[in-house]
């Protein structure tokens, strides 16, 4: 199951979400609102900008987002 990266719209929070089908709608964790926004980049592009925690496997095949290179990012 591919995790994309949102952010919020309402209170600017990056957050990652696994997602089942297109067309989800997606409730921010943090204010619940539904003003979220799907961030075209997944996680194996995050370095160190705050977010933390994430880390670039060597060669691996995947990212820590989509867990076996199968998001269009990490090929
Ligand atoms: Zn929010």
Not at 51 to 72: D, F, H, R, T
Request: charged share 20%; with cysteine; aromatic share 8%.
């Amino acid at each position: 199951m591919p995790i994309y990266e949102y952010t919020c719209k309402a209170c600017h929070k990056d957050f990652e979400e696994l997602v089942f089908g297109a067309g989800d709608t997606v409730k921010c964790p943090a204010c619940g609102s539904t003003k979220t926004e799907k961030l075209m980049s997944c996680s194996c592009f995050k370095t160190s900008d705050g977010q933390g925690g994430y880390s670039l496997p060597a060669s691996s095949g995947g990212c820590s987002g989509c867990s076996g290179g199968n998001c269009s990012s990490c090929k």
